[in-house]
T-cell receptor, first 114, second 115 residues
Framework: QQQVKQSPQSLIVQKGGIPIINCAYE??????FPWYQQFPGKGPALLIA?????SEKKEGRFTISFNKSAKQFSLHIMDSQPGDSATYFC?????????????FGEGTQLTVNP | EAQVTQNPRYLITVTGKKLTVTCSQN?????MSWYRQDPGLGLRQIYY???????DKGDVPEGYKVSRKEKRNFPLILESPSPNQTSLYFC??????????????FGSGTRLTVV
């Protein structure tokens, strides 16, 4: 059972376009929502993260929009570049007595054409 | 350089032959975790560890074992590998068990094929 659903599975845009990746979750106990970026042959790396008491967070060309009532959040990449071509994972974290548990979405393979 | 090191990067083995994938971090992180990555399924947690001698099951622990005898090392053990364990494996670490702004640091991955 996938607790965090991510779409689309793949996405192709032209340079300068604004790809949008969406995620939805069910568990209202999730309290931290990071996005990870993964290049081929590498491990995922933290890109940007948001807490549910904030509706938007921007870091450089990357923006997270968060809709707590709809239990959805999305990643927007402004002025996308070929170097942004990678797999993107959304995730949701829940605190537990054994530490935080991070649940990942299925991933989105983004291709930015020159 | 702060990093999580996994070995080997690639491994082909036969069904039933015990194997160990090593993971070491040099950041004095409390929290370590193993994930497997499969197409269309994202990353799924296998086991995690809050600190030395403290480990717990993740979402897909069947067929795997771990140990945390030292803070820096967190090996993943497959006692009797099967073809459905063919996957890309990642070790990750975090400064604190309740990770927040620092996020996880991932290793470069181990691609395992069981024939």
């Amino acid at each position: 059972q996938q607790q965090v659903k991510q779409s689309p599975q793949s996405l192709i845009v032209q340079k300068g376009g604004i790809p949008i990746i969406n995620c939805a979750y069910e568990n209202t106990a999730f309290d931290y929502f990071p996005w990870y970026q993964q290049f081929p042959g590498k491990g995922p790396a933290l890109l940007i993260a948001i807490r549910p008491d904030v509706s938007e967070k921007k870091e450089g060309r990357f923006t997270i929009s968060f809709n707590k009532s709809a239990k959805q959040f999305s990643l927007h990449i402004m002025d996308s570049q070929p170097g942004d071509s990678a797999t993107y994972f959304c995730a949701a974290s829940i605190r537990g007595t054994s530490g935080s548990r991070l649940t990942f979405g299925e991933g989105t393979q983004l291709t930015v054409n020159p | 350089e702060a990093q999580v090191t996994q070995n080997p990067r690639y491994l082909i083995t036969v069904t039933g032959k015990k194997l160990t994938v090593t993971c070491s971090q040099n950041m004095n992180h409390e929290y370590m975790s193993w994930y497997r990555q499969d197409p269309g399924l994202g990353l799924r947690q296998i086991y995690y560890s809050m600190n030395v001698e403290v480990t717990d099951k993740g979402d897909v622990p069947e067929g795997y074992k771990v140990s945390r005898k030292e803070k820096r090392n967190f090996p993943l053990i497959l006692e009797s590998p099967s073809p459905n364990q063919t996957s890309l494996y990642f070790c990750a670490s975090s400064l604190f068990a309740q990770q927040r702004t620092s996020g996880y640091t991932f290793g470069s991955g181990t691609r395992l094929t069981v024939v």
